[in-house]
Antibody
Framework: QVQLQESGPGLVQPSENLSLSCTVSGGSVSSANDYWSWIRQPPGKGMEWIGYIHYSGSTQYNPSLKSRVTISVDTSQNHFFLNLGSVTAADTAIYYC????????????????WGQGTLVTVSS | QSALTQPASVSGSPGQSITISCTGTSNNIGNYNLVSWYQQHPGKAPKLIIYEVGKRPSGVSNRFFGSKSGNTASLTISGLQAEDEADYHCCSHVGNSTFRLFGGGTKLTVL
């Protein structure tokens, strides 16, 4: 059973960087058909896909966040990471890491495993 | 990209059936059978209940049924139970890309 756990600061100052990590257990970030995403949910609102990374290093980002986002992976430690720059109050949200299985031809089996989420508040 | 459109809330009595809609465009739901649905209880992580429009992961009750017509996907829950009370989110692949688009979420109340 794959388990994911987010970690990082709960409070970030405006204009600074938001950095989170996701520890994967019970599975490997190096699995060929698994892609590792960050998804966020502002309090009381719907979810927003931030982007994903494949163990090969391939990344895709939400165009609305692309200029501020970097997702990276450490296969030796089975972790992956989110860095979001120049944050504002609008970036306050619960941040989830999640696994998505994508088969050949781009067929996605959905986000089948999720972390519990971590609330990040942007405030001075 | 605008979020997929879901009703803010739906309700039903135990034993009844309800349907939650998720409306997009031809650039997402309309031309791709890559819609997934997630159940989220308060304070909990989302749980995948439907993928590829109408497929259920192992262990998900067959009371959950997914379908699609045109640009609208739907989630039907039959035989409503108190434990079904939760938020439900739809998600779709977008265009010729790897972008994922969510709906705004629907709160299901079991009366």
């Amino acid at each position: 059973q794959v388990q994911l756990q987010e970690s990082g600061p709960g409070l970030v100052q405006p204009s600074e960087n938001l950095s989170l990590s996701c520890t994967v257990s019970g599975g490997s970030v190096s699995s060929a058909n698994d892609y590792w995403s960050w998804i966020r949910q502002p309090p009381g609102k719907g979810m927003e896909w931030i982007g994903y990374i494949h163990y090969s290093g391939s990344t895709q980002y939400n165009p609305s966040l692309k200029s501020r986002v970097t997702i990276s992976v450490d296969t030796s430690q089975n972790h992956f990471f989110l860095n979001l720059g120049s944050v504002t109050a609008a970036d306050t949200a619960i941040y989830y890491c999640a696994k998505e299985r994508i088969l050949s031809g781009g067929i996605t089996r959905g986000f089948d495993y999720w972390g519990q989420g971590t609330l990040v508040t942007v405030s001075s | 990209q605008s979020a997929l459109t879901q009703p803010a809330s739906v309700s039903g009595s135990p034993g009844q059936s309800i349907t939650i809609s998720c409306t997009g465009t031809s650039n997402n739901i309309g031309n791709y059978n890559l819609v997934s649905w997630y159940q989220q209880h308060p304070g909990k992580a989302p749980k995948l209940i439907i993928y590829e429009v109408g497929k259920r992961p192992s262990g998900v009750s067959n009371r959950f049924f997914g379908s699609k017509s045109g640009n609208t996907a739907s989630l039907t829950i039959s035989g409503l139970q108190a434990e079904d009370e939760a938020d439900y989110h739809c998600c779709s692949h977008v265009g010729n890309s790897t972008f994922r688009l969510f709906g705004g979420g629907t709160k299901l109340t079991v009366l």
